[in-house]
């Protein structure tokens, strides 16, 4: 290779050829430029071994490579992109060997000489050929060296360097206890930078998510109820066990990171309800009650309250979701959680302060038998029956009752003085409240929630509980009800419910507030006589509800798999504009369209860039791109424009103003990349397909972000319900309102047959 002007002669690549047009500007090691023209057929170790030569390099082609102006690294699968798009590349030390000279570096002290350091590390460490050498020379173990002594930018920078390892499946399976307890210390203190609060949030995140069930082949049967082995060297080996027995060390943990759910940077905030969620979905049962009440005493919903309410928190939308359908969660849990006061203390002690605020004395009946729950509105002295049905949710919501009533023992009091016939059961109330309330917000199962709106109210479920209640009490009262009219006022408050908590994500509480506390009987009964023509008194029946929530998480997961479906048949989209990008600068896009499909594994998005919509074959030949599904944080939607002169040519598409976000769009957002895909799709269905879909592919459990697909969910249940409606009316089956078991066997003399 000569530096004049003269030809070279190589085999693919030529550096100043007269006679072929240079394809690409590349940079070499000494910071001059020469003008190349590289085969697209060769690979990228034949290129850099044909620069070397052209260049008189006398080192072994091994230790180079090239990468483009923004240091990614020129691959197999995106040289012919680099190429056709005339990208300026580098000449620059191998992955390997810029490896091997930053875990050398490491060792330096030096504040400035390890910063640069750190910010290299932070780049590269991503890419398999550098993480490997770094994993192999010992430099994970000289990078929590220097996050355990170093502070300010310096940590900031090596956390980030940590937390962008850890999107590895390999290479951190040694770090200890130590660390996470390093990473928790660094989390609690409140004068931590946010800079480095936002990788260690991160990294305790993903600790617990590499949980030993999320590994790779670990969903195999067994009758074992203790999490699988890890396999060695597998970083499977966390999860939320050994994460929250270092977080429990450290007090302030939580309150810290929920105190910084009101964090003015958007970043902090989202990092930390990311957090949130993820240990909700992964709370383990030995710990799961100590970590949700802890969580409950910080008011945590109320902080998520208040976020649902600040409008310039979008980003925080999905997270938000994700939250609201984690307390579907653990609101279901709690009703499904048998009352047990003899077991649990916290039970025994919740029902002793009932007791006491209600200042009754406890007697005996005329057979006598003890008469104490009794005297409450609860039909038996068996606290286990009687919450059966609503579980220690039931209990909480009687028990945060009587604490926001000071005056909870002049009416029970009340309630005694009447007749037996015309008292109202204030517990056998509060448990129908609650009953009616899970009906109302779908707490049918965990992990099958369809809301797409906020839903402050429920997460004040508490509060609403305790209205509704009253509500129940004052309609009895005024409707003169007996004890054979509880169904009635159970209907009447069932009303009441619908109308009160309505379009909840902008409806003010002091508008819930009046429906229960001053509408009154007539009012209610007048409408509820209206809704009745339109109803059947059927569908109120609890074997009914029993049904229809059964039917509700069948019909989630058949909408579900349809939506992967989807995703694995791929689709065409518009390459979209994020909207805070400049549209005086906007041009048409040279490839405005993008061809998607999820592999079968469902790792990864793989993509083709095009300038014009082509027959796509199965399978990925045709899509050299890829996005790793594990980076995707959130699915954020109308956040994008489209690019000029596109969709007005296409008539397939629906008009949009350049100016205002589509619809249709939708943007894959990464926690610390930024946005890895700004997509709109082209049309409504198409859109929900894959915004749900992928919702509903990620490990920190998603959420349902269309309306349609809500609707299709809501709309199975129904015909499904109605088709079992259907086969029991046609054989004149009556359906009682509630079924009472039948005495046990006599003996064991029996078997349960398959025949129906």
Not at 21 to 40: C, Y
Not at 444 to 473: C, E, I, M, N, W
Not at 559 to 566: E, G, S, T
Not at 720 to 731: T, V
Request: contains cysteine; hydrophobic residues 40%.
């Amino acid at each position: 290779m000569t530096s004049n002007g003269a030809s070279s002669s190589t085999n693919g690549t030529q550096v100043r050829s007269v006679a072929l047009v240079p394809t690409n500007n590349v940079t070499t090691l000494e910071g001059s430029t020469v003008r190349a023209r590289i085969d697209p057929a060769l690979t990228v170790d034949d290129v850099v071994k044909q620069l070397c030569i052209n260049l008189k390099i006398k080192e072994s082609p091994a230790n180079f490579a090239l990468r483009d102006e923004t240091d990614e690294l020129v691959t197999n699968d995106n040289l012919r992109k680099k190429i056709k798009g005339k990208v300026n590349l580098k000449l620059v030390n191998a992955p390997s060997r810029e490896a091997r000279e930053i875990v050398a570096k490491l060792s330096q002290r030096t504040e400035r000489t390890l910063r640069l350091t750190l910010f290299t590390l932070q780049k590269f460490i991503r890419e398999e050929q550098f993480a490997q050498e770094f994993i192999d020379h010992n430099g994970l173990r000289g990078l929590v060296s220097v996050i355990d002594e170093s502070n300010g930018n310096t940590l900031a920078y090596a956390l980030t360097a940590m937390q962008n390892l850890m999107e590895l499946d390999y290479g951190w399976a040694t770090l200890d206890d130590k660390f996470i307890f390093k990473v928790v210390q660094i989390l609690s203190s409140p004068t931590s930078l946010i800079n480095v609060c936002r990788p260690a949030t991160a990294i305790l995140k993903k600790l617990v998510e590499a949980d030993p069930l999320n590994a790779p082949g670990s969903l195999v049967a067994s009758s074992s109820q203790s999490p699988p082995p890890a396999l060695p060297d597998s970083v499977y080996q966390y999860g939320f066990r050994v994460v929250f027995a270092q977080m429990r060390k450290e007090e302030r943990l939580l309150e810290t990171v929920v105190n910084r759910l009101g964090s003015a940077d958007t970043a902090m905030a989202q990092y930390s309800m990311m957090l949130i969620n993820s240990l909700l979905t992964h709370a383990s049962d030995s710990w799961w009650e100590e970590f949700i009440d802890e969580l409950e005493k910080l008011n945590v919903r109320k902080a998520v309250i208040r976020l649902m309410s600040l409008h310039i928190m979008e980003d925080l939308t999905s997270c938000i979701l994700d939250f609201q359908a984690n307390i579907v969660r653990v609101t279901y849990r709690r009703k499904t959680t048998l009352v047990d006061p003899e077991v649990e203390p916290s039970h025994a002690a919740a029902l002793a302060y009932i007791w006491a605020s209600s200042k009754l004395d406890e007697e005996t009946d005329e057979q006598g038998n003890l008469l104490k729950w009794r005297k409450l509105g609860f039909e038996t002295e068996n606290m286990v029956q009687e919450f059966s049905e609503v579980g220690v949710l039931g209990l909480d919501c009687l028990k945060k009752f009587v604490e926001h009533d000071p005056d909870f023992s002049k009416l029970v009091l009340e309630q005694l003085s009447r007749s037996p016939q015309r008292r109202c059961s204030i517990a056998k109330a509060s448990n129908e409240v609650v009953e009616l309330l899970s009906e109302h917000w779908a707490i049918f199962a965990p992990g099958y929630s369809t809301s797409t709106a906020f839903q402050p109210f429920f997460l004040d479920f508490y509060k609403v509980h305790s209205l509704a209640t009253r509500f129940f009490l004052r309609m009895w009262t005024e409707s003169g009800a007996a004890t054979e009219d509880f169904t009635r006022v159970s209907a009447l408050v069932r009303s009441q419910v619908k109308v009160a908590l309505r379009s909840e994500n902008v409806r003010p509480w002091h508008d819930v507030e009046h429906d229960f506390n001053e509408q009154e009987y007539r009012e209610v009964r007048g409408r509820q006589m209206k809704e009745l023509e339109l109803e059947d008194d059927l569908l109120s029946k609890i074997p009914v509800r029993n049904l229809r929530n059964k039917l509700y998480k069948e019909s989630y997961e058949f909408v579900r798999q349809q939506r992967i479906q989807c995703l694995l048949q791929g689709a065409w989209f518009v390459n979209a504009l994020p909207q805070s990008s400049p549209r005086e600068s906007a041009r048409r896009p040279g490839r405005p369209w993008r061809f998607m499909r999820l592999d079968t594994g469902s790792k990864y998005l793989h993509y083709v860039d095009s300038a014009v919509k082509f027959p796509v074959r199965n399978g990925l030949e045709d899509l050299p791109e890829r996005i790793d599904v594990s980076m995707i944080s959130e699915i954020a939607t109308g956040t994008c424009v489209p690019p000029p002169n596109v969709l007005r040519d296409e008539n397939g598409l629906p008009p949009t103003s350049p100016l205002i976000p589509s619809p249709l769009s939708f943007s894959l957002l990464s926690a610390h990349e930024g946005s890895l895909a700004d997509q709109i799709a082209p049309d409504q269905s198409r859109w929900a397909d894959w915004t749900d879909g992928l919702n509903m592919l990620r490990r920190d459990g998603g959420h349902v972000a269309s309306k349609e697909t809500a609707s299709f969910v809501q709309a199975l249940t129904e015909i499904g319900l109605k088709i079992k409606l259907l086969d029991l009316s046609a054989e004149k089956v009556e359906i009682p309102t509630g079924l009472v078991a039948g005495p046990p066997p006599a003996n064991t003399d029996f078997f349960f047959s398959d025949l129906v």
